[in-house]
């Protein structure tokens, strides 16, 4: 099956730092999210972006579903930023039930 | 618009006992999934109702865990004789449809002593 990859694993940011996490994906998606997870595990969506660029606020997200990646932007960091990110995707010709897979995440934690 | 709800938030049982949680989705969408997080990693699939459905099981799913969307409304996700192993975080998400993206409830945070 598909492996969804992201790095890195960990990244320790001071406060108004940019960041940029990376989530490869081993065969081509049919769509692709990215989540926030709060402390206490709930994931909130950020992105569905299958193809291209959105953006957000301070946050952006690009995938280039041809080169089978998608890269998190985040700018200006907040402590409120800090906590797992996700990177799920639905694989493409996964029959029609629209599950994903995750990748490991990556721990952010945003110092003041 | 309440969102998928998760039913409860936390539960410790001991081992052998059995559990259900309950999981409402978003209202419209027909398209229910359950999924399992242990400590450091991400969700896993473990099973998708389209309506009342059950389409597809993942072999995560065993014998001791059975689901039930008897409606096509709420689901319920049941492990029978628990284990020490099945302490997890049990996510329900919902969509409308395969191309639409995917919303998860708050979760239900398993502890098996």
């Known amino acids: 099956g598909i492996q969804v990859e992201q790095s890195p694993p960990d990244l320790i940011l001071q406060e108004g730092a940019n960041s940029t996490l990376r989530c490869n994906f081993s065969?081509?998606?049919?769509?692709l999210q990215w989540f926030h997870q709060n402390p206490w595990g709930q994931l909130i969506n950020l992105f569905y972006i299958p193809s291209g660029t959105k953006q957000n606020g301070r946050l952006s997200a690009t995938t280039v579903a041809t080169e089978r990646y998608s890269l998190l932007y985040i700018s200006s960091s907040q402590t409120t930023d800090s906590g797992v990110y996700f990177c799920a995707a639905r694989p493409h010709g996964s029959g029609n039930t629209g599950k994903l897979i995750f990748g490991q995440g990556t721990t952010l934690q945003v110092k003041p | 618009d309440t969102g998928v709800s998760q039913d409860p938030r936390h539960k410790i049982t001991k081992r052998g006992q059995n559990v259900t949680f309950r999981c409402d989705p978003i209202?419209?969408?027909?398209?229910l999934y359950w999924y399992r997080q242990t400590l450091g990693q991400g969700p896993e699939f473990l099973t998708y109702f389209q309506n009342e459905a059950q389409l597809e099981k993942s072999r995560l799913l065993s014998d001791r865990f059975s689901a039930e969307r008897p409606k096509g409304s709420f689901s319920t996700l049941e492990i029978q004789r628990t284990e020490q192993g099945d302490s997890a975080m049990y996510l329900c998400?919902?969509?409308?449809?395969?191309?639409?993206?995917?919303?998860f409830g708050q979760g239900t945070r398993l502890t098996v002593v």
């Open positions: 209202s419209e969408h027909n398209r």
């Open positions: 065969d081509s998606v049919n769509n």
């Open positions: 998400a919902s969509k409308g449809d395969s191309y639409t993206e995917a919303f």
